[in-house]
């Protein structure tokens, strides 16, 4: 499976963006999908997370509330919507896919997509 996290971009505080996750490969449905950001000079911290049914959905306590995540089998694509983003959201925002269940352990996922940059102004 090969990912690819698209959507990033400058965006003022209070507002939102849609981050997609495109994945080739015929057997994405049956992997979970993680969401990840990195903020410079801090660690990779886990976002948000979805069962490979779509169901389950886990959130980083940072994020409750605002993030949603869903994905599109047919389109083999999964989505983060932001909502009222906060300045404290810059980061490179990352996709991963794993074939087991919930973790927000990074480096408990199998393939990793390359990042896209959301920044957020205040």
């Known amino acids: 499976v090969q990912l690819q996290a698209s959507g990033g971009g400058l965006v003022q505080a209070g507002g939102s963006l849609s981050l997609s996750c495109a994945a080739s490969g015929r057997t994405f449905s049956i992997y979970s999908l993680g969401w990840f950001r990195q903020a410079p000079r801090k660690e990779r911290e886990f976002v948000g997370y979805i069962s490979w049914s779509g169901s389950s959905p886990y959130y980083a306590d940072s994020v409750k509330g605002r993030f949603t995540i869903s994905r599109d089998k047919a389109k083999n694509t999964a989505y983060l919507q932001m909502n009222s983003l906060k300045p404290e959201d810059t980061a490179v925002y990352y996709c991963?896919?794993?074939?087991?269940?919930?973790?927000?352990?990074?480096?408990?996922?199998?393939?990793y997509g390359q990042g896209t940059q959301v920044t957020v102004s205040s």
């Open positions: 991963a896919a794993r074939s087991g269940g919930y973790t927000s352990n990074w480096l408990m996922y199998d393939y």
